[in-house]
């Protein structure tokens, strides 16, 4: 699905910048990104399992109590993505960092993340969010599923 994904999002990068910065945001612009950003969660989501595993942490009794409203495994939202990594590298430091991507440390990793994540809350919640910040969170998107797959070339 990674590829799907980044493809979508660059297709999606070159639709808003193809537009000029009025016409490129509203609604049209809100659902083009919401479907980036719903890609993006499930594609961290799956990061996330990998990376309990690795570490040897379990969701359910070690890693829920931590996440704002406890929800189930497969209900994270990215908000929620980004606290379990937090928590998993509050608890295993070393493979938490193991788990990055070529280059990232974990608070980088957690930063960037949660950035997109804090654009997408203003998007899903209607409010209005410029063409620019909206290209800017889908580079940020492309360059953390690339870096969790380096073996897709770039923009493909």
Known sequence: MTADAVSYMVDAIRRLEARNAESASGSHAAGIFGRAANSFEKEIRVFVASMLQTCCLDYESEIRIAVKGGPQFHKLTL??????????????????????????????????????????VQVKHGTEVSSAVQIGRLKLMVTVLEALNPTREAGQ
């Open 79 to 120: 908000g929620n993505c980004v606290a379990a990594i937090e928590e998993a590298s509050r608890r295993n430091r070393s493979a938490a960092s193991a788990c990055m991507p070529d280059g990232w440390e974990v608070r980088e990793f957690v930063t960037t993340v949660r950035a997109v994540n804090d654009t997408w």
